[in-house]
């Protein structure tokens, strides 16, 4: 990667769809973070651990993207979810969209960083 034109348009919650777009483009090197890409060393993007939030964060400090795209989960914030939670048990639904907020509230945060 280019350091004096960054990490050009990068992505988190989402498998390289943009990225390679964003270098096609010139606009620079972009990455994808996802459970189905990896890191240097291997380990898988999950973002329910804490390291790998923590190497998220420091990537976007380290690479400076131009634009950060984000997509993470949505389906426990939609409307047709709500015909699930019965079927699902109250407790499971609570957990469940606990853990979605979280990643949620972390996209926000990146953006933040890369902002």
């Known amino acids: 990667m280019d350091p004096s034109v960054g990490a050009g348009i990068s992505e988190v919650y989402s498998p390289p769809r943009i990225a390679p777009l964003s270098a096609a483009a010139g606009l620079g090197d972009g990455w994808s973070l996802d459970l189905s890409t990896h890191d240097p060393g291997g380990r898988e993007w999950n973002f329910d651990l804490a390291e790998s939030r923590n190497r998220a964060r420091k990537l976007v400090e380290d690479t400076g993207p131009t634009l950060l795209v984000g997509a993470p989960m949505c389906k426990y914030f939609s409307t047709l979810m709500q015909w699930n939670r019965r079927r ?17 509230e972390f ?9």
């Open 107 to 115: 996209a926000l945060e990146l953006y933040s960083l890369q902002a």
């Open 88 to 104: 699902m048990g109250e407790e499971v639904y609570q957990r469940e969209r606990a853990k979605a907020v979280k990643h949620l």
